[in-house]
């Protein structure tokens, strides 16, 4: 299949430590984030959100952390597994009233070794 | 419950020719948003729909437009077609026009030679 983010930032984790993924964003009026992860020859998948009116939100192994002052975004996997490995992107959503205008980062590939 | 769906999978056009791809949302979702992922990028915006009206658009020339059906599936459309234009074209659907809970389909492959 095709290759995402030929050219990526890449983060190499053992099997089973944690991993932690980091995003700056650009538009301090932002309002809304997401992590997407997304394979080879795959569509982004959706992994969690958060809103602005959050620091932190915790789903099934993943955490996501915003730190507004300083516009970083972090994603946090727990015990991660070989099916983590992928390319993962931050997408802010700049406050422009209603429309959704997703703007993606330049993504993190994933490496999960044994 | 079916995802996002794209056609095709894949295509090959020549440059000058014309393109559309088509997509249907998650069943329920009213709101459709095209993206132009290009080989070690991110996706880049280019339009989004809801209840068949334009809601947003991104930098992307006039050769690019798209349309949303009543029964919420959409096509997006590229005329006089570029090299640059070759890249993987993704279509997401979401409930409502805020960007919450954006579900992505597979995407297509534009090749254009």
């Known amino acids: 299949g095709e290759s995402v983010g030929l050219h990526l930032p890449t983060l190499s984790v053992q099997e089973g430590d944690n991993s932690i993924i980091n995003c700056a964003y650009s538009n301090s009026a932002s309002d809304y984030f997401i992590w997407y992860k997304q394979e080879s020859g795959k569509g982004p998948q959706f992994i969690i959100d958060?809103?602005?009116?959050?620091d932190k939100r915790q789903g099934q192994r993943v955490t996501v952390l915003l730190n507004k002052t300083v516009k970083h975004l972090s994603l946090q996997i727990a015990a991660t597994q070989p099916g983590d490995s992928a390319v993962y992107f931050c997408?802010?959503?700049?406050?422009?009233?209603?429309?959704?205008?997703?703007?993606f980062g330049t993504g993190t590939r994933l490496q999960v070794t044994l | 419950d079916a995802g996002v769906t794209q056609s095709p999978t894949h295509l090959i056009k020549t440059r000058g020719q014309h393109v559309t791809l088509r997509c249907s949302p998650i069943s329920g979702h009213k709101s459709v948003s095209w993206y132009q992922q290009v080989l070690g990028q991110g996706p880049q915006f280019i339009f989004q729909?809801?209840?068949?009206?334009?809601?947003g658009r991104g930098n992307f020339p006039d050769r690019f437009s798209a349309r949303q059906f009543p029964n919420y599936s959409s096509e997006l459309n590229v005329n006089a077609l570029l090299l640059g234009d070759s890249a993987l074209y993704l279509c997401a659907s979401s409930k409502d026009p805020a960007p919450y809970e954006q579900y992505f389909g597979p995407g297509t492959r534009l090749t254009v030679t």
């Open positions: 997408a802010e959503n700049p406050a422009t009233g209603t429309a959704s205008k997703l703007t």
């Open positions: 958060i809103r602005s009116n959050m």
């Open positions: 729909y809801y209840e068949k009206e334009e809601r």
